[in-house]
């Protein structure tokens, strides 16, 4: 319950000891007057234990996009409902107004909107809303909170989308439907033509020739529709913020530009969240769309203090695909991490699958590096050299087991991440 002008109630009730000059008759009968019209104007408050709740929530939304709570409140006693209502959201759901003033009469409801800008991509959640409920008056109130659970999921953002129509273009180039040649025989049936002299007598289709009595060969390109699995490390090192946001959320953007791409360039996608356990998985042969699907599914993943078991990560790739794949893996090229994880592990995947590493590269290094003006840059530059020839010592050995490695900044990292699969569905090694 509360009460305005609580302190002088309390005077009124004894608890608070009043000192009665002469001829502070009037005040006490003031005094009087005001308890009586509290009392009243709290016996006429609605009662808000009587005041349903219903809440409706959009399933997800993107991150940075608006969205709208809405609760229905029904007023389900016998008096005029005069309320203020405030919603428990936590500050990462950038709501707007959670706090907001409603009349509801006996026996109806009224509709309520709290504006939702979400600032952090994850499962957002609210489990109780507040109703302070005042008299006609406005000198008192009840007030109680009534649980009304809800979540909302914020998806990633896939500013990387803007890359795309770009990338399609070349990839419709190596289609065939401009005039680039692909290198590489292939094994994948395209077309019927006639022979000339050098072609390879095993390409001749001895079906079509007798039917055109002249010598048809056959045309090969190279697979469309091979297996692309790209595994997002969530261990500890995806935690640290590279510009404005962690290496976990640019590897988010880099998978979601490399998956859509491989999709329409015709190959099946894979993706799983990995650090010691499987955190995500997306199956290539999940029905619906794929963008929806690894939204979905990449939304919740948070960074898990915890080192990453690279041990189990060829017995994952191989319960995705046990051909020739494209195994991509985002993760951190910290010296420590790699060398005692991933390069240990790394000669058993190469020996299988065309294996690429890319990870987020601080641009700060060479900005700490460029900087010596004073005693305090001098120590830093040093240590960002460091950093960064240590950086370039594992990417040296990473490419020496058979490796490809892109290490760009984070707004490179996903449309140069998409150049390493046009390039190496160019060279005929997909």
Known sequence: MVITGRLLLLALLGVVPVIVYPGSTSILLWLLLLAAAVAVDLALAASPRKVGIRRNLPGSVRLSEQCASTLLVRNDSSRMLRSTLREAWQPSAGAVDPEQQLSVPPGETRRMEITLVPERRGILGVTAVTIRSSGPLGLAARQVTVPAPGSLRVLPPFHSKRHLPSKLRRLRELDGRAAVQIRGGGTEFDSLRDYVRGDDVRSIDWRATARKRDTVVRTWRPERDRRVVIVLDTS???????????????????????????????????????????????????????????????????????????????????????????????????????????????????????????????????????????????????????????????????????????????????????????????????
């Open 236 to 430: 500890r090192t995806s935690a640290a913020r590279i510009g404005d946001e962690p290496r976990l959320d640019t590897g988010i953007e880099a998978a979601l530009l490399l998956a859509v791409l491989a999709q329409r360039g015709g190959d099946n996608v894979d993706f799983l969240a990995f650090d010691r356990r499987r955190r995500a998985r997306v199956d290539s042969a999940a029905k619906g769309n794929l963008v929806n699907a690894l939204v979905t599914a990449m939304a919740p993943l948070e960074a898990e203090l915890i080192e990453a078991d690279w041990s189990r990560i060829p017995s994952q790739i191989r319960s995705i695909s046990a051909h020739r794949s494209l195994v991509v893996l985002l993760t951190s090229l910290d010296s420590g991490s790699v060398e005692e994880g991933l390069l240990p592990v790394l000669p058993s995947l190469t020996a299988q699958h065309v294996v690429v590493v890319a990870s987020v590269r601080d641009p700060r290094l060479e900005e700490m590096r460029s900087q010596r003006a004073t005693a305090s840059d001098a120590f830093r530059a040093a240590a960002a050299e460091r950093a960064l020839l240590d950086r370039e010592a594992v990417t040296a050995h990473l490419r020496l087991l058979g490796a490809e490695v892109v290490d760009e900044s984070p707004g490179d990292l996903p449309p140069k991440l998409a150049d390493a699969y046009i390039r190496l569905k160019a060279a005929g090694r997909l």
